[in-house]
């Protein structure tokens, strides 16, 4: 493999204002009064392990398990709950039972999955687009073109992040070593935690970062330069995915299928009920991490983040080919690495379209 490989080893893009990991076996309030399962049959488990972080970008998860729709899915299969944060330490707990599904980003899903030759887990959803910005200093950095020669800060050395910006640069004719980030464009690894000190006291000049931290900085005067988006066909590009541990899902297909369609459920809440579907994350959060996000902080971020089913899958086999060109990651073998039956199972029964794996699906 090439030296990098922190690359898709990387921390999950959106942990920057995660917790530690934490577990709780207790299940929300609004689950606990649910009026009872749409599942009529008894699952084939008593207990599934769900992992997430407490991030916006994992908004399926935090609101989906205060309002109850995942319970409601799974009846009398009891959920325990893990936050993590960071995207190396959820896979090591899928690869090690200590979770069964989890919410997660591309980089340490595809990580996990080429690692294990294919053998420890599927993406089976998608979960959330968008979410990622180029913040800068206005009085250094007026236009895309003023980047050059600037100190850009990214969350770790081959994250998402750190792959895109690598892309980008490259995109305008600019060379930076990615090992090192010398080059036209200083790329400065930081931790998302530290990047609003580091901006405040002038050691980075800008960063290409996930909410909430892009909008954290622009709560301290930093203006977004470039929203990631828009360098996607039809503006979407995935963050975060739903993965299972492939020996859970061929043991409990059942109750895959029920987090599913209680993935489902809270995407289409959310989207009818955003106000309240933003209270509640905030809520999760303040409960999960001690601490709330004000709200010139938590608006434009939600507002940037959009929840889905589809895994967008075209732009996570591109997010590992830029990897690839950037020099930080051999080509990986994907194929396979995307099992979206039971989604389209899901999808189809509810009127709606199926989604593609884009050539990578499980035979």
């Known amino acids: 493999m090439a030296a990098a490989l922190p690359l898709l080893l990387g921390t999950l893009a959106a942990c920057g204002y995660g917790s530690d990991k934490k577990s709780d076996d207790s299940n929300s309030p609004a689950a606990a009064a649910a009026s009872g399962s749409t599942t009529a ?38 959920i325990k709950e ?30 996990g999955y080429t690692k294990s030759d294919g053998s420890d887990l599927r993406i089976i959803s998608g979960s959330a687009s ?11 950095i007026k236009t895309l073109a003023d980047v050059k020669g600037k100190k850009i800060a990214t969350p770790q050395l081959g994250n ?5 910006l ?21 790329v400065v690894r930081t931790d998302n935690k530290i990047t609003p000190d580091a901006y405040k006291n002038g050691s980075i000049d800008g960063a290409w970062v996930p909410e909430p931290t892009a909008s954290k900085l622009v709560s301290e005067g930093a203006k977004v330069l470039l929203d990631e988006s828009t360098l996607w066909p039809d503006k979407k590009f995935v963050i975060t995915n739903v993965i299972v541990s492939q020996k859970f899902l061929t043991a409990h297909p059942d109750v895959v299928e029920a987090v599913l369609r209680g993935s489902v459920k809270t995407n289409a809440w959310i989207k009818a009920n955003s106000d309240k579907a933003k209270a509640d994350a905030n809520a999760q959060l303040k409960a ?40 930080l990651l051999d080509a990986p073998k994907l194929d396979g690495i995307y099992d979206l039956t039971l989604l389209n199972k899901v999808l189809t029964a509810q009127g709606g379209p199926a989604v593609d794996s884009a050539g990578l699906g499980a035979k």
């Open 130 to 140: 968008g979410g990622v910005k180029l913040v800068v200093n206005p009085a250094k």
């Open 160 to 164: 998402t992040q750190d792959v895109a």
């Open 288 to 327: 999960l991490t001690q601490k709330a996000l004000p709200a010139d902080i938590l608006d434009p971020a939600w507002a940037s983040i959009e929840v889905l089913d589809d895994p967008l899958a075209a732009t996570a086999k591109a997010e590992a080919e830029h990897a690839v060109s950037a020099g």
């Open 82 to 111: 893990a936050t993590f944060n960071a995207g190396p330490a959820e896979i090591e707990a899928l690869n090690a039972g200590s979770i069964d599904i989890g919410w997660i980003g591309p980089s340490p899903a595809i990580n």
């Open 166 to 186: 690598l892309n980008w640069i490259k995109s305008q004719g600019w060379k930076v070593d990615a090992q090192s980030g010398k080059g036209d464009v200083s």
């Open 41 to 78: 049959a008894k699952l084939s488990a008593d207990q599934v392990k769900i992992g997430y972080f407490p991030n916006l970008t994992h908004a399926t998860a935090l609101v989906g398990l205060k309002e109850g729709f995942f319970q409601q899915e799974l009846g009398s299969t009891k």
